[in-house]
């Protein structure tokens, strides 16, 4: 067992720069110094980008960094020249792996089945699953909300008009950065046959509760076809798609520790069986189109393994969906941790929050939020501020108001902020690096 196992939890009281009152916060699932070590130790370019040197790398939104494992499988895997199908021990023993990995996929999303397939990247798979539903329905609204990414939206509205029906974009809440139940109650009809969900979304950093979400939707619609983009919620853990009751499910494993060059679909039995692509005569009507990469599932393996260790350090249980949970909530206890760093302060140095003419997109103290902070400061623009903490050794992106972000940003009259996001795998002494370049920023720029 691990240095931050369960069984050492601690309890840690400190103050607070916001009100100087004594807080409690209890550390069931602490990651600790010496675990952090290990976590980082698994991980390729945690520290210095290859092109540019030494950094610390909050862009995980734009794709988080690479186990070692994958970097090792992908190589060995690219060297196979055998496909699967073939009446030979190397092609049965690529079958095995896919095979091994979709049990793997099941285990590690929480889902009633198996039916997982392969793409080439998260947005074409949910141009295929939205296509399916929207051609595969009866005639009816098809309902998903401003938050979504333009990969959900543009699908909607491409297959809503081919499908002659109507597309309803629902309005999130700017205030929180989020949507919820009470958002869709307002739109969703018993006429509604095709429903979209972000389950984080990528600029504000929100998550959704996609299972009370779900469950208003087929409380107005049962028989609703529900898709949900879990692209940029997928590394943070704590997946369950049995709980949800949805149709579809969606990430760009490229985000979750994997590599870039696929997407992963989750599908119900019941969409899995509406008309789509495959070729004629192809036995079980396969949503995979041609070869597949052995490398794609191998890799996803090496994923939910990892997912499988970490939660290790943290539950003695036998049972790998169990470690895979508790993974989970120590990651989304870290992540918490170092966005309350973040955003408030850490050592003598302050927080995004205390900075003059500072705007935090959904709010300060949100507790939607899944390590990601995007704001903007007053006479600093964010492309500029990007490039200052570029030069000084921190890595983020500016987020602007165009075809990727202007749902999010246009409703605040903002035309760009800067989008600082976070993995377990990173530092309160990263934080604290961020917090004295944006000092430095801000104090040249004065």
Known sequence: MGYGAIRARATRTRRTPRTNNLVTLKMAYDITPDLIDQIRARFAHVEACPFEGERVFFENAGGALTLNAVVETSAKMAAIPDNQGRDNAASKALQGMIDSAREDMRVFFGAPNANFF???????????????????????RVVGSSLEHPATRSACDRWAKVAGKPYVVLPHDTATGSVGPANYAEHVT?????????????????????????????????????????????????????SYDVDGYVISPYKV????GY?????????????????????????????????????FSDVVAYFDWLGAQFSDSEDRRTRIQAAGEAIHAQEAKLAEAMLHGTGNLKGLAEF????????????????????ALDG???????????????????????????????????????????????????????????????????
């Open 263 to 299: 997407g992963i679909a989750w599908v119900s039995d019941r969409l899995a069986s509406m008309p789509h692509d495959h070729l004629m005569g192809a036995p079980n009507a396969p949503w995979e189109l041609g070869t597949r990469d052995t490398g794609a599932y191998a890799t």
């Open 190 to 242: 018993p006429h509604t046959v095709v429903a979209t969900i972000l389950h984080t979304s990528p600029v504000t950093g929100m998550g959704v509760d996609v299972r009370a979400v779900a469950a208003q939707i087929r409380a107005i619609a049962p028989d609703c076809v529900i898709i949900v983009d879990g692209i940029q919620h997928a590394a943070h853990g704590r997946l369950d798609i049995a």
């Open 118 to 140: 392969v793409g080439e990247s998260g947005t074409e798979l949910l141009f295929r699953l939205i296509r399916a539903a929207c051609l595969g329905t009866p005639q009816g």
């Open 380 to 446: 600093l623009p964010a492309p500029d501020v990007v490039s200052a903490l570029r030069e000084r050794g921190v890595r983020v992106h500016t987020r602007k108001a165009d075809h990727y972000s202007s749902n999010i940003l246009e409703p605040l009259g903002m035309a760009h902020c800067v989008r600082v996001s976070m993995c377990h795998y990173n530092t309160e002494l990263e934080v604290a690096r961020f917090l004295q370049a944006m000092k430095d920023i801000a104090d040249d720029a004065g």
């Open 257 to 260: 520790f994997s590599r870039h």
């Open 356 to 375: 003059d003419g500072v705007t935090i997109i959904g709010g300060v103290d949100n507790p939607l939020r899944e390590g990601l902070v995007s704001f």
